[in-house]
């Protein structure tokens, strides 16, 4: 299908579920109680999704509190309970992080029991978010390995297990997150995209990485308005992701300083651009999403454009995040219509 539609991943969680519009928020229930929520919450996420017309959907992260922790957490060699306080992304922004304590290791299941519902729930391509391993080294406090390499490659051997077994459940694509590749190049080169690989494996699947600018909450609305008026950190990123094993790059576009000509720099992916804004309460338009498609098809033929969100909804209030959704659908199907 030309200009295929899914979403970066989160979505708002509802009030019932855990406080909204919180990027770490608590859950508003306990034990059997908020499973039973988190269920619900990803039917209507699913219901969301479906109904605004994107194509491979996603459980919207609804039994994550947040997008990194969620697997991380439940590491062997991992302690979720005792946080240390880290700048992360470059000292973009402080952070309490789990704590790296011995030797990182997946000794069970982690998202399994999500994988099995949202796979039953949808008739969909679906697609499952899982945390890049230099995101998580980035989002960790290391007591133990004291080498971000060795760290990083220690949790893309768990992620290749958790992956092996989330396609083995019928799951179409997965999503490895990495938004700490736009901030450390030298090591993105040196290892990161081998860590990448590693966690990828031979996974039978569609295999899609996704690099932003982040969230749009103020720490990282603040960190694009210092970086000028061309962000041209893909320029640098690009060359070295369409080496990796990864079938689909994600990139963010619209309302940003992203120069196009940076999409030249993939020509053996296909790549998945961000038509909607998610640092904006703005509604896009069904044109505004295809006037971001025909920037894209200017460097890219149709058959390697998909559409999504610049990054994930988390944060955002869910009536927006919805209808932002709707524009994506509906400017995808005006593109096809037109192109």
């Known amino acids: 299908m030309r200009f295929e539609t899914t979403i970066a991943g989160s979505l708002p969680k509802p009030p019932w579920l855990a406080e909204p519009e919180r990027l770490w928020p608590t859950w508003r229930l306990e034990g059997s109680e908020l499973l039973a929520a988190q269920h619900d919450a990803v039917r209507v996420s699913l219901f969301e999704e479906e109904h605004a017309g994107i194509d491979v959907v996603t459980d919207g992260e609804q039994a994550r509190q947040h997008f990194v922790h969620g697997f991380a957490g439940a590491l062997e060699g991992v302690d979720a309970r005792q946080r240390a306080r880290r700048g992360i992304r470059g000292d973009r922004y402080e952070a309490d992080c789990p704590r790296i304590v011995g030797e990182v290791r997946r000794t069970r299941s982690i998202h399994a029991g999500e994988a099995r519902f949202a796979r039953a729930a949808t008739a969909r391509k679906l697609k499952f978010t899982l945390p890049g391993p230099m995101t998580i080294v980035d989002t960790l406090v290391d007591e133990f390995y004291g080498s971000r390499k060795d760290a990083a490659f220690a949790c893309a051997r768990a992620l290749r297990v958790e992956i092996e077994e989330l396609v083995a459940l019928g799951v179409d694509v997965i999503q490895l997150d990495e938004p700490a590749f736009n901030v450390y190049f030298d090591e993105v080169d040196e290892w990161g995209i081998a860590a990448l690989d590693e966690a990828f494996g031979d996974a039978r699947c569609e295999k899609a ?131």
């Open 209 to 339: 990485v996704h690099v932003c600018y982040g969230y749009g909450v103020e720490a990282n609305v603040a960190w694009k308005a210092r970086l000028g008026e061309e962000w041209d950190q893909y320029a640098a990123l690009f060359p070295m992701l369409d080496r990796s094993r990864a079938d689909i790059v994600l990139m963010e576009l619209a309302g940003s300083h992203v120069p196009p000509r940076v999409l030249d720099l993939l020509p053996n992916k296909a790549v998945a651009v961000g038509v909607i804004d998610v640092a904006s309460d703005r509604i896009e338009s069904a044109e505004d999403v295809r006037a971001v498609i025909e920037i894209a098809r200017a460097h890219l033929p149709d058959e390697r454009i998909k559409c999504t969100t610049n990054c994930g909804m988390a944060p955002m209030k869910r009536d927006v995040a919805y209808a932002k959704l709707r524009a994506l659908g509906a400017g995808a199907a005006l593109a096809r219509t037109s192109a």
